[in-house]
């Protein structure tokens, strides 16, 4: 039996297409680009950052029984994330997102996740039936939570016992699929990681900055609410604690899929290691911008 980790990554793996245009686009434009193939969906994003982070993360999704699926499969083990809790079990093919980046940053995506959300709640099954934990077991550890999943995935996870000792970190994926984590508002142990955008969509109004909307979300339950903006400062929020925040340097961005997950990966890390708020706020800024910025085919650093 492999070892039960103490990070999982629970929501979309699945296969990122990015086309990269040179030039700013408008609807119907055909232009020479680059195009590539990687590794993608939130849940498997933040796996993999953490990966690189030097730590050892599991991810729950599902991943078909096709050729993409082994292939994904066997790229994400060689990348340091462990798949032995995968749910591979639907008869649809592995998930496939698509999407075209110019330098304005994101002009389209179309995410096909329609394999996840058939699984639903067979996810959990690791977490429910001793493999992992159980309602009278209850794993216990970091719990990276994706707004791909089915509303009434969510839902269980809020409620159910198995997870009660586990710590949630949760990121909406994109602000149209925000208000699925009402139910996680109030959890003593969630930790959300949303851009301001998504924080409007949750509490239903607009705010002029990160630290206004964080403030927000923590007002109407959350324990502890990290806002990032872009380019414009990131804040901190939380429950009987002082608001912090920190800006971004000043950079290029040359891709801007993943952006979030790079933060959110590196704002874990941070944490699991020790380092305080304000540090784990500006380590996980520093991270993102170097995403942004990085060769979006080779991930090499822009020199």
Request: proline residues 7%; contains cysteine; hydrophobic residues 50%.
């Amino acid at each position: 039996m492999p070892d039960t980790p103490q990070i999982l990554c629970l929501g979309a793996m699945l296969w990122d297409v990015i086309g990269h245009s040179p030039v700013s686009l408008r609807p119907g434009d055909d232009v020479a680009g680059r195009i590539h193939q990687r590794p993608g969906g939130v849940a498997l994003n933040v796996a993999v950052a953490l990966a690189r982070n030097g730590l050892h993360p599991a991810i729950l999704s599902a991943v078909g029984r096709d050729a993409p699926g082994e292939a994904l499969i066997a790229e994400t083990e060689r990348l340091g994330v462990a798949t032995d809790w995968l749910w591979r079990d639907g008869p649809l093919p592995t998930d496939l997102y698509m999407a075209v980046e110019t330098p304005d940053g994101l002009f389209a995506a179309i995410a096909d996740a329609h394999g996840l959300e058939a699984a639903g709640t067979d996810i959990l099954a690791a977490m429910q039936d001793g493999r992992l934990g159980s309602d009278d077991a209850p794993w216990q550890g970091t719990l990276v939570i994706d707004g791909n999943l089915t509303r009434q995935t969510l839902a269980m996870i809020a409620a159910s016992p198995f997870l009660a000792r586990a710590s949630l970190r949760i990121v909406p994926a994109s602000p149209d699929k925000a208000t699925r984590l009402t139910p996680l508002l109030d959890h003593p142990n969630a930790i959300f990681h949303i851009n301001r955008a998504e924080a409007e969509a949750i509490a239903g109004q607009q705010y002029n900055c990160a630290a206004s909307a964080a403030e927000a979300i923590v007002a109407i339950g959350a324990a502890r609410v990290i806002v990032t903006d872009g380019p414009r400062l990131a804040a901190d929020a939380a429950q009987r604690l002082s608001t912090i925040t920190h800006e971004p340097p000043p950079v290029t961005a040359r891709h801007v899929t993943g952006a979030g997950d790079a933060f959110l990966a590196a704002h874990l890390a941070a944490e699991l290691a020790g380092l305080p708020r304000a540090d784990a706020l500006e380590r996980a800024i520093l991270a993102a911008s170097a995403h942004i910025t990085a060769h979006p085919v080779t991930g090499k650093d822009h020199a």
